[in-house]
């Protein structure tokens, strides 16, 4: 069965330094990936959409990587700041209507 | 931009009533809603997808006379846990496609602020 993965265990840094996630998932190929970020008891927010012809995509401090090889996403966050603090999920679709799925999410905490 | 409204935000109930969370799409229209709930520390997970006019689609092992979802326009989806239980007890959150995110052929999704169910 599909199956998404994102290292579950909380990633602390100092800020200032590059934050690193990582999504890989197996089983499948989806045409795309997206990334969200939850904060504690709201709904997620959508980040970046990466495609999978795309090697790289950038959204001011934010990279997205999708290594269809490796079947994996890497997610960066360059400059981090204690703001960046959150739960970072990826989600690729599956099934019909382009439903997404999503990993458990990694939670990144940005120490001053 | 994009705006989902869910409600309420949060609320508590005695065990076996029902309970109705609306999910509204404030300035776009939502043919198709998505409906996760997700236990603490946990992901989301998908329960069914609200189709506009038509019945909604469950994932595996979500009881469909259990969970009653209406998507009776293009801009309001109804989830209705109906006899809830403790067990039943969950952040549920909806969410739409097709918003101001403009990426032509993906389904990115707009979510609401979640409703937090509490059971006694």
């Known amino acids: 069965s599909q199956k998404i993965e994102q290292n579950s265990e909380a990633l602390n840094i100092q800020e200032g330094k590059t934050a690193t996630l990582t999504c890989n998932y197996t089983n499948y190929s989806p045409a795309y990936l997206q990334w969200y970020r939850q904060d504690p008891g709201r709904g997620p927010v959508f980040l970046l959409l990466i495609r999978e012809n795309e090697k790289e995509k950038r959204k001011e401090r934010l990279k997205v990587t999708f290594d269809t090889t490796l079947k994996q996403s890497l997610f960066h966050i360059t400059a981090s700041q204690p703001a960046d603090s959150a739960t970072y999920l990826c989600?690729?679709?599956?099934?019909?209507?382009?439903?997404?799925?999503f990993g458990a999410g990694t939670r990144l905490a940005v120490h001053p | 931009g994009a705006v989902v409204s869910q409600h309420p935000s949060w609320v508590i109930c005695k065990s076996g009533t029902s309970v109705k969370i609306e999910c509204r799409s404030l300035?776009?229209?939502?043919?198709?809603m998505f409906w996760y709930r997700q236990f603490p520390k946990q992901s989301l997970m998908l329960m069914a997808t609200?189709?506009?006019?038509?019945?909604?689609?469950?994932e595996q092992g979500v009881e469909k006379d259990k969970f009653l979802i209406n998507h009776a326009s293009l801009t309001l989806s109804t989830l209705t846990v109906t006899s809830a239980h403790p067990e039943d007890s969950s952040f549920y959150i909806c969410?739409?496609?097709?918003?101001?995110?403009?990426?032509?052929?993906?389904?990115?999704?707009?979510f609401g602020a979640g409703s937090r169910l509490t059971v006694l």
């Open positions: 989600a690729p679709p599956t099934g019909g209507y382009n439903k997404l799925i």
């Open positions: 609200s189709n506009e006019g038509s019945k909604a689609t469950y």
């Open positions: 300035d776009f229209q939502a043919t198709t």
């Open positions: 969410s739409a496609g097709g918003a101001g995110i403009v990426d032509s052929g993906a389904n990115v999704l707009t």
